[in-house]
Structure formats: structure tokens, C-alpha cells
């Protein structure tokens, strides 16, 4: 069992940086590739990056592809999200989430890979 803690959300102006941080529970994090999805009011959960279990590999959503950057820090059992440049578009609730077992980069970017979930940040990007 994990359980997963967002937090770093909140109010910013276009053009500037937000850091989220997930904090995990659990023994299996080291084991577990992370991901950030994210939805908007009206709108499906879309994925916006994903991790690997060592931090060797990453993978981004085209839309936040060079502004965003994800990290983890496997002795602290935390996930990051660091959002720079970032726009009104980028609005809605972030969800880290944690998969177990095998993977593809193609799985990772669907909601049903995921095992775990947080129960989400709020990210409002104002013009």
C-alpha cells in the first residue's frame, strides 16, 4: 500500500514557477515509476509527465515539454514537479500517482497504469 501527499500548489501569475512536491508512504516507493497528471474544471485527466523508478528516465506531454520538470528523491520518498513559465491553460487539480510492476512509456501516460493516487493540488494560473 502507498499513500501519496501533494502539496505546493496555490496562485500565480503567468510567467512565473510553482514547485509541487508528493510525498510518499510506504516501503515500495524506490520501486514505484511516478507520475503527474492533471485535470481541469469540465475536462478528463490528462497526464503531463512521468518518471522512472531510478529518476533515469523521464517523459513529458508536449504541452509542458521544456517548462516543466519532474525529480525524485528516493531517500526521501518525495516526487517533484517543478512548473516554470506557466499559463492560464496550465489550471486545474495535479494528481501524483505511483505504478508497481512492469511498464511502457505508453502505459504510463494513461490514468489506468496507475495503482495509488493523492487526492491533488490546486494550480491557478492567472492572465
Known amino acids: 500500500q502507498v499513500q501519496l501527499v501533494e502539496s505546493g500548489g496555490g496562485l500565480v501569475q503567468a510567467g512565473g514557477s510553482l514547485r509541487l512536491s508528493c510525498a510518499a508512504s510506504?516501503?515500495?516507493?524506490?520501486?514505484?515509476?511516478m507520475g503527474w497528471f492533471r485535470q481541469a474544471p469540465g475536462k478528463e485527466r490528462e497526464f503531463v509527465t512521468y518518471?522512472?523508478?531510478?529518476?533515469?528516465?523521464?517523459y513529458y506531454a508536449d504541452s509542458v515539454k521544456d517548462r516543466f520538470t519532474i525529480s525524485r528523491d528516493n531517500a526521501k520518498n518525495t516526487v517533484y514537479l517543478q512548473m516554470n513559465s506557466l499559463k492560464p491553460e496550465d489550471t486545474a487539480v495535479y494528481y501524483c500517482?505511483?505504478?508497481?510492476?512492469?511498464?511502457?512509456?505508453?502505459?504510463?501516460?494513461?490514468?489506468?497504469?496507475?495503482?495509488?493516487w493523492g487526492q491533488g493540488t490546486q494550480v491557478t494560473v492567472s492572465s
Open positions: 500517482a505511483a505504478a508497481q510492476g512492469a511498464y511502457t512509456i505508453a502505459t504510463m501516460t494513461t490514468t489506468n497504469r496507475y495503482d495509488y
Open positions: 510506504g516501503r515500495t516507493f524506490s520501486r514505484s515509476a
Open positions: 518518471i522512472s523508478r531510478s529518476g533515469g528516465l523521464t
